[in-house]
T-cell receptor, first 111, second 113 residues
Framework: EDQVTQSPEALRLQEGESSSLNCSYTVSGLRGLFWYRQDPGKGPEFLFTLYSAGEEKEKERLKATLTKKESFLHITAPKPEDSATYLCAVQDPRRDDKIIFGKGTRLHILP | EAQVTQNPRYLITVTGKKLTVTCSQNMNHEYMSWYRQDPGLGLRQIYYSMNVEVTDKGDVPEGYKVSRKEKRNFPLILESPSPNQTSLYFC????????????FGDGTRLSIL
């Protein structure tokens, strides 16, 4: 069964303390991997799409990278406003209509 | 402003009383989808639509109905709601094709007593 696993489930960092979130997937023939940010009481907000191993995307303090079996979301010098749940999702290789979501990493940045 | 709009945002109702959650998008997206989000289970797809008059079941369709009569609207219907449908619901839309990101509404929190 195709799966997306995110780790850790939760992460608390001090402001300015860089770290990485992991998303590992078991789908064969990756057609696209997505990162979303979700704030409490809000819908997921799109951050990045990655497609091929070695690809990297950046946005402010966030950088997403992709290998053949996992993706990392690197957070550099985070600020309290980066606190959120970060969701990873992959395109189902057999169905254009389906995205497989991980359960997310809850990130809390302490001031 | 490009957005997906859901209504209502919050609803408390009773078992068996039919309800409809509306979803509308202004981005001319072909694809629309409904998800429910429960603690520990993540986002699960309920129904999706590839275009007008084309709908299909997702992973957890039992107890739900949808329709797609217009491109912009994709309502979720609970004909006879039950307490196990208490959840946070999200509507999403995107352009057709691979690697297209989904745009989500802000969610509807349903409580079925």
């Amino acid at each position: 069964e195709d799966q997306v696993t995110q780790s850790p489930e939760a992460l608390r960092l001090q402001e300015g303390e860089s770290s990485s979130l992991n998303c590992s997937y078991t789908v064969s023939g990756l057609r696209g991997l997505f990162w979303y940010r979700q704030d409490p009481g809000k819908g997921p907000e799109f951050l990045f799409t990655l497609y091929s191993a070695g690809e990297e995307k950046e946005k402010e303090r966030l950088k997403a990278t992709l290998t053949k079996k996992e993706s990392f979301l690197h957070i550099t010098a985070p600020k309290p406003e980066d606190s959120a749940t970060y969701l990873c999702a992959v395109q189902d290789p057999r169905r254009d209509d389906k995205i497989i979501f991980g359960k997310g990493t809850r990130l809390h940045i302490l001031p | 402003e490009a957005q997906v709009t859901q209504n209502p945002r919050y609803l408390i109702t009773v078992t068996g009383k039919k309800l409809t959650v509306t979803c509308s998008q202004n981005m001319n997206h072909e694809y629309m989808s409904w998800y429910r989000q429960d603690p520990g289970l993540g986002l699960r797809q309920i129904y999706y639509s590839m275009n007008v008059e084309v709908t299909d079941k997702g992973d957890v369709p039992e107890g739900y109905k949808v329709s797609r009569k217009e491109k912009r609207n994709f309502p979720l219907i609970l004909e006879s709601p039950s307490p196990n449908q208490t959840s946070l619901y999200f509507c999403a839309s995107r352009f057709q094709g691979p690697r297209q990101p989904q745009h989500f509404g802000d969610g509807t929190r349903l409580s079925i007593l």
